[in-house]
Structures are given as structure tokens and as C-alpha cells.
């Protein structure tokens, strides 16, 4: 798999667009740890922690779709760089401030969420103009899924040495103007500025009107939740065996387990129907977030966390397949960000949400919470499974559009072809 990813990458462009996108979603990756490392060395709480990721993630949730919408109607580098500063510069506030101003901490939060770039949506768009054979798009899928744990797995690092040869304001800082950089060099590539959608139908509810859509992102709700408790769970079980060291090591052991997964997932070319696939795969992760709840000391609980990401990668891998599949007609770069949102609202919900419950009953009953959002995630796609399966892609663009002879520009692939 190796040798697939290598030749990918030697395409023209390839390289750096999945490159600059990974840097360019650093900010964003890494926020729920910069926050609560951040809130906790000024003196706050867990629940203040807890509550400023959530409005950060909330925010992205209601940016991703705008901003992705915008996108396909004005193109990338209208779009992407200015979001990028104005993300990275309200972040920058939030770092000068601190949480004296609780009203302006929890403003400036917001806004570096809501201007966060759709990059990761933008990138999948233009993965189909880089690459034309829609088998090694389908390859590329798997290729971004596996790199983004990469970044998973050395963001949280980067936060936890940041604070440490610096401070957590520091590494706030450092994270987003490397954030700006990466968006910089993705929108001025010769694939960003050229890049324009297919004709779309006007239609309020745009990505949203397709049923199979709305389907996967109920799912995936449940499956951010389940990453969002972790990270406060995690927390709470680092500040009574080693701290923040610990706490980065656990964070990345989600990142490792699911970057060996997605390598592994990628090594093989998958056939049948990818909506069942999925069905196993988030079964499978569900699973493996239980034995977190043993809690064994930090060497034993890094593994542990290792174990837990291994599905994380191929499950999101696969849900590319399937955005694709049910996206409608010129409306790839939103959907893509509908995905983004979906996940970044659970994992905000989950942060949240596990807060008060580590307060109130300690580490073991926040980390109860991601078996029980992986099982409903998975209760999700079994109710779901016949409208996730059904050819919906194209179903839901008039029929006029079926002829447009511009069409091609956003391939729809079969789905028994390499997730």
C-alpha cells in the first residue's frame, strides 16, 4: 500500500495539497487539546474547558457548511485564506485575553471556529482533478483518511511540547499561524485556483436534501461524540497519573491506532456494498472504546487508547465513499463540510458533555461515554442501512441535470470500488 500511496503523491500537485491541508487543519485538530490545556493553566475547570471547546466546536459546525457552500459557488482561494486569518487571529486573541473576560474568551473561541477554512471538504473536491481515475481517487480517500491521523497523532504532541518549552498560550499561537501558512500554500496551487463546481440546483436545503447524507451524518454525530469524551476523559485520568506528558501520549495513541488501522484498511481493495462495511467498522470501534474503562497505569492505558483508534480511520475512510456516493450535483465541497460539522458538533457535545459526568463520578464513567455514542452511532446505520445503500447520488437532482454535459466535473464512483 505503500508503493499506491507513493505513486499518488508523485502526481503533480498531490503532494502538496495533501500536505499544506493536513498543516492547514492543525488549528482545528488540535483545538479541543490546545483549549483545555490553555483553560487549565490559567486556573479554570474542567466544565469551563469542557464548555469553551463546545462553542468552538459548535461554531465550526455552523462555519464548515457556509463556508463550504461559498466555496462551491466562488471558489477556493476567495474563500480559504481569509477564513484562515480570521481564524487564527481571533485564536490569537483568545491566547492575550485568557478566561479573565469570560464573555470575550468565549466570543473570540466562536469566531476562531466559525471562520475555521473547509479545507479537508476542499481537498476531497479537488482530489478528482489531480488524479482523473476514479480508482485512484478512491485511493486518495484512504490516503487522506490515513495522513489525517498522522496529524492526530503528532498535533496533540506539538500542543503538549508547545506548553511545555513555552506556555499553552504559546502553542495557541504557534498552531494557527502554522494553520495560515498551510492554507496559504494549499489556495495558491494551480488546482485551487483553477478549481470550479458543477452546475447546481438552487435548492435552500443544498447538500442536505439528499436522505443517505443525512443518514451518515446522524451516525457520525454519535462516533464524534465518543472521540470528543475522550479527550476530557483522558484529562481527568492524566491529572492523576503523570499529567500533561501523559495526556499527549494518550491523545496520540488514538492518533497511532488509527493511522495503522487506515493502513492496513488500504491495503487491500475492498468490494461490495460500503454502507454494510461501515456498519462493521463502527461495531468494531464501539468495541474497542470498553477497555478503556479498566483504566490500567499510563503505559497499559496508551495502548489501550492505541487499540481504540484502529477502526477510527477506515470507518471515516469508508464515509468518504459513501458522502461521495449521496452527494448532490454541485454540492461536493458542502457535503464534505457537512461532515466535518456533524463531526465536530459530537466531538463538541461529547467535551461537554463529559465534563460535569468526570466531576461528578471521575475518569471511569467519562470513559463509559464513547462505548455508549459508538453503540448508538451503530443503532443509527442498522436503522438507516437500506437508504445508505440505495444508489441515492443522483436521485435527488432534477433530471435535467443527468443530461448536463458539465456534470463530469464531480465523478460519482461505483460502490464496490476501494473505500
Excluded at 466544565?47 to 463550504?68: D, I, M, R, T
Excluded at 490516503?143 to 498522522?150: K, L, S, Y
Excluded at 469524551?229 to 501523559?246: F, K, M, N, P, W
Excluded at 496520540?252 to 461501515?278: C, H, N, S, T
Amino acid at each position: 500500500m505503500a508503493t499506491g500511496y507513493l505513486e499518488l503523491l508523485r502526481a503533480r500537485h498531490a503532494a502538496r495539497l495533501l500536505v499544506g491541508t493536513l498543516v492547514g487543519r492543525l488549528p482545528n485538530a488540535t483545538a479541543p487539546v490546545a483549549i483545555v490545556l490553555f483553560v487549565r493553566a490559567e486556573g479554570g475547570t474542567y466544565s469551563l474547558a469542557g464548555a469553551l471547546a463546545a462553542v468552538y466546536g459548535v461554531a465550526n459546525a455552523v462555519g464548515q457548511p457556509v463556508l463550504g457552500r461559498l466555496v462551491d459557488l466562488r471558489g477556493q482561494p476567495r474563500v480559504q485564506l481569509p477564513a484562515a486569518v480570521l481564524s487564527a487571529l481571533a485564536m490569537a486573541l483568545f491566547a492575550f485575553v485568557g478566561i479573565g473576560q469570560p464573555a470575550l474568551a468565549y466570543l473570540s473561541v466562536g469566531a476562531a471556529g466559525l471562520f475555521t477554512p473547509p479545507l479537508e471538504g476542499g481537498l476531497r473536491a479537488l482530489w478528482s482533478s489531480v488524479l482523473p481515475e476514479e480508482d485512484h481517487v478512491h485511493r486518495a480517500y484512504a490516503m487522506d483518511a490515513v495522513a489525517q491521523e498522522v496529524m492526530f497523532t503528532v498535533g496533540p504532541l506539538l500542543v503538549t511540547l508547545c506548553a511545555s518549552l513555552w506556555s499553552a498560550g504559546a502553542a495557541l499561537l504557534v498552531l494557527n499561524g502554522l494553520g495560515v501558512l498551510g492554507a496559504l500554500s494549499v489556495v495558491v496551487s494551480p488546482p485551487s485556483r483553477a478549481w470550479r463546481s458543477a452546475p447546481r440546483e438552487a435548492h435552500w436545503l443544498g447538500a442536505l436534501r439528499s436522505p443517505g447524507l443525512l443518514a451518515l451524518l446522524g451516525a457520525f454525530l454519535a462516533v464524534g461524540m465518543a472521540l470528543g469524551s475522550i479527550t476530557v476523559a483522558a484529562l481527568t485520568y492524566a491529572d492523576e497519573h503523570g499529567g500533561d506528558q501523559v495526556y499527549g501520549w494518550l491523545m496520540a495513541g488514538i492518533g497511532l491506532g488509527a493511522l495503522i488501522g487506515g493502513v492496513v484498511y488500504g491495503a487491500r481493495q475492498w468490494v461490495g456494498e460500503p454502507a454494510r462495511r461501515l456498519q462493521v467498522l463502527v461495531a468494531l470501534l464501539a468495541v474497542c472504546y470498553l477497555p478503556l474503562t479498566l483504566m490500567p497505569d499510563a503505559v497499559a492505558m496508551t495502548l489501550l487508547a492505541l487499540v481504540a483508534g484502529v477502526f477510527l480511520a477506515p470507518a471515516i475512510a469508508c464515509a468518504f465513499v459513501l458522502v461521495d456516493r449521496h452527494a448532490p450535483r454541485g454540492t461536493v465541497t458542502e457535503a464534505f463540510s457537512w461532515l466535518v460539522t456533524t463531526f465536530t458538533v459530537g466531538a463538541s457535545l461529547g467535551t461537554g458533555l463529559t465534563g460535569p459526568v468526570v466531576e461528578a463520578g471521575g475518569a471511569l464513567w467519562g470513559f463509559v461515554v464513547p462505548g455508549v455514542a459508538g453503540g448508538v452511532s451503530l443503532l443509527v446505520l442498522l436503522a438507516t442501512g437500506r437508504v445508505l445503500a440505495a444508489p441515492a447520488g443522483r436521485a435527488v437532482v432534477a433530471a435535467h441535470s443527468e443530461n448536463d454535459p458539465n456534470r463530469a466535473v464531480e465523478p460519482r464512483f461505483s460502490s464496490g470500488d476501494r473505500a
